[in-house]
C-alpha cells in the first residue's frame, strides 16, 4: 500500500490580497534556491530563484527572500489571483542537485 | 515556448517487470534529470545526466533504475524489475544550467 503522505501547510487568502510562503532549507552549503509551483496534474513550474549572493530578488508579481542567517526562503506573490492556487515548492541545490522541500498549498478565495 | 515531454503519462505495470518511461527534453538543453514524487510526498531528487554519463545520483537510483540517451533527442528511465514501491509520479527535467524545467511526469502504478 501507500505510505503516510506528508501533511502540506495551507495558506487561504483572499483574491487581490499580498500571500507570504516560507520555507526552511537545511543545507548551509546550498548556493542557489527556487520556487517552484504545481498545479494538479501537471509538473513543477519555475516561478522564480535566487543565489546566495543576494538577498532578494523581484519578478514579476512576486519576490523571493533568502536569509542565510537562519537558513529561511520566503516567497512573496502581490495582488494574489485564482490561478495562483497550486501548491509550492521551495529547492535548494548544493552540487547537481535539486533538494525539494515539502511543499505549501495555497487556496485563493474570490 | 519550448517544454519537456514525458510519455506515457500513466503507465500501469505488473510488479516484476521492466518499464521504460520516456523523456523528450528541451532541444538545446545539455543537462537532463529524473525526480521522482510518491504520492502525497516531496519530490525526489533520483539522477543527473551530462555529456552522455550520469554526474550524480540520489541512493534512491539503485542498480534497478538506468538513464539512457538513445538518439539525442529521448531521455530514458528504465526500471529493470519494477516493485509496489515504485509506483509514483516520475519527472524528467532538462536544464542549461539553471534553473531545471520540468515535464509533467508520468504516473507509474504497479499491481
Known amino acids: 500500500g501507500e505510505s503516510v503522505g506528508l501533511h502540506l501547510p495551507t495558506l487561504s487568502v483572499q483574491e487581490g490580497d499580498n500571500s507570504i510562503i516560507n520555507c526552511a532549507y537545511s543545507?548551509?552549503?546550498?548556493?542557489?534556491f527556487i520556487w517552484y509551483k504545481q498545479e494538479s496534474g501537471k509538473g513543477p513550474q519555475f516561478i522564480i530563484d535566487?543565489?546566495?549572493?543576494?538577498d532578494k530578488r523581484q519578478g514579476q508579481r512576486v519576490t523571493v527572500l533568502l536569509n542565510k542567517t537562519v537558513k529561511h526562503l520566503s516567497l512573496q506573490i502581490a495582488a494574489t489571483q485564482p490561478g495562483d492556487s497550486a501548491v509550492y515548492f521551495c529547492?535548494?541545490?548544493?552540487?547537481?542537485?535539486?533538494?525539494f522541500g515539502g511543499g505549501t498549498r495555497l487556496m485563493v478565495k474570490p | 515556448e519550448p517544454e519537456v515531454t514525458q510519455t506515457p503519462s500513466h503507465q500501469v505495470t505488473q510488479m516484476g517487470q521492466e518499464v521504460i518511461l520516456r523523456c523528450v527534453p528541451i532541444?538545446?538543453?545539455?543537462?537532463f534529470y529524473w525526480y521522482r514524487q510518491i504520492l502525497g510526498q516531496k519530490v525526489e531528487f533520483l539522477v543527473s545526466?551530462?555529456?552522455?554519463?550520469?554526474?550524480?545520483k540520489s541512493e534512491i537510483f539503485d542498480d534497478q533504475f538506468s538513464v539512457e540517451r538513445p538518439d539525442g533527442s529521448n531521455f530514458t528511465l528504465k526500471i529493470r524489475s519494477t516493485k509496489l514501491e515504485d509506483s509514483a509520479m516520475y519527472f524528467c527535467?532538462?536544464?542549461?544550467?539553471?534553473?531545471?524545467?520540468f515535464g509533467d511526469g508520468t504516473r507509474l502504478s504497479i499491481l
Open positions: 527535467a532538462s536544464s542549461v544550467g539553471q534553473p531545471q524545467h
Open positions: 543545507n548551509s552549503a546550498s548556493d542557489y
Open positions: 535566487i543565489r546566495s549572493n543576494m
Open positions: 529547492a535548494e541545490m548544493a552540487g547537481n542537485m535539486l533538494t
Open positions: 532541444s538545446n538543453h545539455l543537462y
Open positions: 545526466f551530462y555529456n552522455n554519463e550520469i554526474s550524480e
